[in-house]
C-alpha cells in the first residue's frame, strides 16, 4: 500500500510539473504573439506614414505653385501653404493630449489587452 501511495504522489509531481511547463510555455507563446502583432501593426504604420507623408509634401508644392500662379506671386503662394501648416502645427501643440497622446494611450492598452475569439 504504501508502494502505491508513494507512485500516486510520484505520478502527480509529474503531471504538476508538466501542467506548469505547459503554462509557462502559453504564457511565452502569447506574450511573442502579442509583440509579432506589434511589430507587424507599427511598421504597417509606419509604411503608412511614409506614403502619407509624399502624398502631403507633393499636394504642398502643387498647392503652393497653385496659388503662386493664381496670385501672380513668386512667393505668396508658398508663404500661404507654409502659414497653413504654422497654423495646424499649433492647434496640434495646443491640444496634442486630446489631439494625439490619450487617444494614441487608448489605443495601445485596447491592442494589448485584447483577447482574440477563435
Given amino acids: 500500500m504504501e508502494n502505491t501511495d508513494h507512485k500516486g504522489f510520484s505520478e502527480l509531481f509529474i503531471k504538476i510539473k508538466d501542467y506548469i511547463s ?3 510555455e502559453l504564457k511565452k507563446l502569447t506574450i511573442i504573439e502579442k509583440v509579432v502583432t506589434g511589430v507587424g501593426s507599427l511598421v504597417s504604420l509606419m509604411v503608412l ?3 502619407g507623408l509624399f502624398f502631403l509634401v507633393f499636394l504642398s508644392i502643387g498647392c503652393s505653385i497653385y496659388l503662386c500662379t493664381v496670385l501672380d506671386s513668386s512667393f ?9 501648416y504654422l497654423i ?19 489605443s ?7 483577447t482574440k475569439k477563435d
Fill in 22 to 24: 505547459t503554462t509557462v
Fill in 49 to 51: 506614414a511614409i506614403v
Fill in 76 to 84: 505668396a503662394g508658398y508663404f500661404i501653404v507654409a502659414l497653413f
Fill in 88 to 106: 495646424i502645427a499649433l492647434i496640434i501643440f495646443f491640444g496634442k493630449g486630446n489631439l494625439i497622446a490619450n487617444p494614441l494611450a487608448n
Fill in 108 to 114: 495601445l492598452v485596447k491592442s494589448i489587452f485584447s
